[in-house]
C-alpha cells in the first residue's frame, strides 16, 4: 500500500521570478570574478536545476559584457540529510570534491539553506582541499531555521519556515520538476 503524496499548498515564487532573479545572481558573479576561473560546485540532487540556469546565467551575463571573462569549471558533491522527511538529520557525504579544487575560487551553488549544518560540514570538507576561496551562492534562504552561522554571499530568496518544492528541491524525491517553488500542506 502507497503512501498517498502530499498536495501542494500554494507557489510561493513563480518561475518567471526565478529566472530574474538567476539572471541578476549570474550578473554579480560575472562581475565579482571577472577575469578569474571559478569552480562551481553544485550540491546534489536539489541544486541541480539552480545550478544550469546559474550557469547559463554567468553566460549569458559575460554576452552582455564581453570585456569580463569568467572561466567555469564543473563540480558536484552529494550530500544527504533529509532522508525521506521534512526534518533534518546528521549529514552524510556520499560523494564529493576533487583535488584540482586546490588553488581555486569554489562557489558552491546550494538549493537552500535553512538549518545550516549542511553548509557547515560541506564548507570545512572543501577547506581540507585547499581551495582559494570558497564562497556560497544558494537559492533559497530560510534563517528562522538556522542553528549553526553560515556565510551566504548570494542569495536567491529568503522564505518563511515552511517546506517548499519544485525547481529541483523535493520531498521524497518526488516534485523535483516543477518550474517553480511551492508549499506542501502540512505533512
Not at 500554494?10 to 532573479?21: A, H, Y
Not at 558552491?108 to 581540507?128: A, Q, R, S
Not at 531555521?145 to 525547481?167: H, K, L, M, S
Not at 528541491?169 to 500542506?185: C, F, K, V
Amino acid at each position: 500500500m502507497s503512501v498517498p503524496k502530499p498536495l501542494l499548498e500554494s507557489v510561493l515564487i513563480s518561475e518567471s521570478d526565478l529566472q530574474n532573479r538567476i539572471h541578476e545572481l549570474g550578473t554579480q558573479i560575472v562581475t565579482d570574478y571577472e577575469n578569474k576561473e571559478l569552480v562551481l560546485l553544485g550540491v546534489l540532487r536539489g541544486s541541480v536545476i539552480f545550478f544550469a540556469d546559474l550557469a547559463r546565467a554567468i553566460f549569458s551575463a559575460q554576452l552582455e559584457n564581453p570585456v569580463k571573462e569568467v572561466q567555469l569549471r564543473f563540480e558536484f558533491v552529494q550530500l544527504v540529510s533529509y532522508r525521506n522527511s521534512t526534518k533534518p538529520t546528521a549529514v552524510e557525504l556520499i560523494r564529493g570534491g576533487t583535488d584540482y579544487l586546490e588553488q581555486r575560487h569554489v562557489l558552491i551553488v546550494e538549493d537552500i539553506v535553512d538549518t545550516g549544518h549542511t553548509l557547515k560540514f560541506l564548507c570545512e570538507h572543501l577547506w581540507t582541499l585547499k581551495p582559494k576561496t570558497i564562497q556560497v551562492c544558494t537559492l533559497l534562504d530560510k534563517p528562522s531555521q538556522r542553528q549553526v552561522p553560515v556565510a551566504i554571499d548570494y542569495t536567491g530568496f529568503e522564505i518563511p519556515d515552511t517546506f517548499v518544492v519544485g525547481y529541483g528541491l523535493d520531498y521524497a524525491q518526488q516534485y523535483r520538476n516543477l518550474p517553480y517553488i511551492a508549499m506542501l500542506e502540512s505533512i
